[in-house]
């Protein structure tokens, strides 16, 4: 038997999860560039998740690495849920004290008359790497000019931004990639692509004509929570997913892909064991060097994030 063989039987017999990060060496780091951290229990609350859900409980990065560190995962970029300005300044708080965050994505209002203010204070420190807006806000006539100046802002402070949105608004990112080309924008969580197995064309367009700027990456994130049925049993086989992840490789290419799990929101569909294991073998059948883009390099690219 060859001596990692053996190594691996010994670990699946004795521990369970060394075993998994054992078989799972598809790089030589990983960087989940897509969790949620916050603790409801705080005075002021939190303005999400809903209170009465299963994602109503505190989420800090020790939890999140009790689900990622058996798969060798030690480091994430935190992406804000809440529109709280004050919220920035808590994950930057609690990314001063747990070194497994290396970036934070924060979230500020481009219509907030504060904004440009509130961009300087937090872009000052170096693991604020850009903010996350909603495609709804992009495709808002109203908001239009608002938009194009904090975007321009974002480029000259080096941030990039996250958009979170419908196939609708996969347009919208396409004209602000053109309009600001300095700026570096991470589609989030697949681009809303819907379940695998009915794709709708107005995402598939969208995609096409996305991909075709080269400022533009795809996160990879929320794959299991596409799937229409019941909650926490999204299929388990990277096959069922492979009208996504196909056509985004086709589209995106080895250079403009990113990982992402969306923990601890992806409990909706599957376990952290599961959402990392479809990537895991997706791209492991593309190659060393797609691995290395994917699950690190492509995100350093994009976020610029921090060595810690």
């Given at each position: 038997?060859?001596r990692?063989?053996?190594?691996?039987?010994?670990?699946?017999?004795?521990?369970?999860?060394?075993?998994?990060?054992?078989?799972?060496?598809?790089?030589?780091?990983?960087?989940?560039?897509?969790?949620?951290?916050?603790?409801?229990?705080?005075?002021?609350?939190?303005?999400?998740?809903?209170?009465?859900?299963?994602?109503?409980?505190?989420?800090?990065?020790?939890?999140?690495?009790?689900?990622?560190?058996?798969?060798?995962?030690?480091?994430?970029?935190?992406?804000?849920?809440?529109?709280?300005?004050?919220?920035?300044q808590?994950?930057?708080?609690?990314?001063?004290?747990?070194?497994?965050?290396?970036?934070f994505?924060?979230?500020?209002?481009?219509a907030?008359?504060?904004?440009?203010?509130?961009?300087?204070?937090?872009?000052?420190?170096?693991?604020?790497?850009?903010?996350?807006?909603?495609?709804?806000?992009?495709?808002?006539?109203?908001?239009?000019?608002?938009?194009?100046?904090g975007?321009?802002?974002?480029?000259?402070h080096?941030?990039?931004l996250?958009?979170n949105g419908?196939?609708?608004?996969?347009?919208?990112?396409?004209?602000?990639?053109?309009?600001?080309?300095?700026?570096?924008?991470?589609?989030?969580?697949?681009?809303?692509?819907?379940?695998?197995?009915?794709?709708?064309?107005?995402?598939?367009?969208?995609i096409?004509?996305v991909?075709?700027?080269?400022?533009?990456?795809?996160?990879?994130s929320?794959?299991?929570?596409?799937?229409?049925?019941?909650?926490?049993?999204?299929?388990?086989?990277v096959s069922?997913?492979?009208?996504?992840?196909?056509?985004?490789?086709?589209?995106?290419?080895?250079?403009?892909?990113?990982?992402?799990?969306?923990?601890?929101?992806?409990?909706?569909?599957?376990?952290?064991?599961?959402?990392f294991?479809?990537?895991?073998?997706?791209?492991?059948?593309?190659?060393?060097?797609?691995?290395e883009?994917?699950?690190?390099?492509?995100?350093?690219?994009?976020?610029?994030?921090?060595?810690r």
């Open positions: 038997m060859k990692r063989h053996f190594l691996q039987s010994v670990a699946a017999a004795s521990f369970p999860a060394l075993a998994a990060a054992v078989d799972t060496e598809v790089a030589t780091r990983v960087v989940d560039t897509h969790t949620h951290f916050y603790d409801p229990t705080r005075p002021q609350g939190v303005p999400w998740p809903t209170q009465g859900t299963r994602l109503y409980r505190p989420v800090l990065p020790a939890d999140w690495l009790a689900q990622a560190e058996p798969h060798g995962i030690r480091q994430t970029v935190v992406v804000e849920a809440s529109k709280w300005v004050e919220d920035n808590w994950i930057l708080d609690l990314a001063a004290q747990e070194k497994s965050i290396v970036g994505v924060g979230h500020l209002d481009p907030d008359t504060a904004f440009d203010a509130y961009l300087r204070r937090f872009a000052a420190n170096p693991l604020f790497r850009g903010l996350r807006w909603s495609g709804a806000a992009l495709m808002k006539s109203e908001l239009q000019s608002m938009v194009l100046v975007a321009k802002s974002l480029a000259d080096g941030l990039e996250d958009v419908p196939p609708e608004a996969l347009l919208a990112v396409a004209d602000l990639a053109l309009a600001v080309p300095d700026l570096r924008l991470v589609i989030n969580h697949l681009g809303s692509s819907g379940d695998p197995q009915s794709l709708k064309p107005a995402w598939r367009e969208g096409r004509v991909a075709k700027c080269p400022n533009v990456w795809m996160k990879v929320a794959l299991v929570e596409q799937v229409k049925g019941a909650e926490g049993a999204a299929p388990t086989d069922y997913y492979l009208p996504i992840l196909d056509y985004l490789w086709q589209n995106f290419g080895a250079d403009r892909l990113i990982y992402g799990s969306n923990w601890p929101v992806s409990d909706r569909g599957a376990t952290y064991n599961t959402v294991g479809l990537v895991r073998d997706y791209f492991s059948g593309k190659g060393k060097e797609a691995c883009k994917y699950f690190w390099q492509n995100s350093r690219d994009a976020y610029r994030w921090i060595e």
